[in-house]
């Protein structure tokens, strides 16, 4: 019933881009905020961005800032993480997971217990 849905991933040269897409189906949308997390090999998850459900603000960690935007069409239920500039350092599985407490800011950096995850979408970058 619910879902979401990855896609997007690929293998891309360093430098290049990519753009992933969180498709959305199965609650109400617009009642959640939708963050994209990712997962290197061998380390551990975490926070890349987050788009507000309260007035569309976006977060970044550090090391995206720049280089990523995530960006919203609630008509289409569907979230993006444009990804330029990219770097073998953001090889990693890419999710997007979405809830309706907190905030974006507090998700970044505690994913625990959010409402809804995708199966997510491999980015492997190469130098």
């Known amino acids: 019933e619910v879902q979401l849905v990855e896609s997007g991933g690929g293998l891309v040269q360093a430098g290049g881009s990519l753009r992933l897409s969180c498709a959305a189906s199965?609650?109400?949308?617009?009642?959640?905020?939708i963050g994209w997390f990712r997962q290197a090999p061998g380390k551990e998850r975490e926070g890349v961005s987050c788009i507000s459900s309260s007035d569309g603000s976006t977060y970044y960690v550090d090391s995206v800032k720049g280089r990523f935007t995530i960006s919203g069409d609630n008509a289409k239920n569907t979230v993006y993480l444009q990804m330029n500039s990219l770097k073998p350092e953001d090889t990693a599985v890419y999710y997007c997971a979405a809830d309706s407490g907190y905030g974006c800011a507090v998700r970044l950096e505690n994913y625990y217990g959010m409402d809804y995850w995708g199966e997510g979408t491999l980015v492997t970058v190469f130098s």
């Open positions: 199965g609650f109400n949308f617009d009642d959640y905020h």
